[in-house]
């Protein structure tokens, strides 16, 4: 197999995750690929994005999500200004 850029290879697994149609699936590859943290931190996130887009202030998110205040800042920016969240989580 030919040498892949890191382009090739996010694209490939973007590929991948587009394709999977079954929760379980998803969960099994995100089992193999990721510690059980990373996919902890990865649900909180999308728990505080839907958050925000509900119009909950910084107070309430960090008293319902455990999530510290700088990926907050974080997570608000992309929904501000991201290209997922807002339009993923809204169906836009």
């Known amino acids: 197999m030919a040498d892949m ?3 090739q290879k996010k694209e490939e697994l973007f590929r991948l995750l587009a394709g999977i149609t079954d929760p379980e699936d ?3 590859l995100l089992d193999d690929m990721c510690t059980v943290k990373e996919v902890e931190n990865m649900a909180e996130r999308l728990y505080t994005a839907k958050l925000l887009l509900e119009g909950c202030t910084y107070n ?3 008293a319902q999500a455990d999530i510290s205040s700088a990926t907050l800042s974080r997570v608000s920016r992309c929904v501000q200004h991201g290209k997922g969240y807002s339009r993923l989580l809204k169906g836009e």
């Open 5 to 7: 850029s890191r382009q």
């Open 26 to 28: 998803i969960a099994a």
């Open 60 to 62: 309430q998110v960090m």
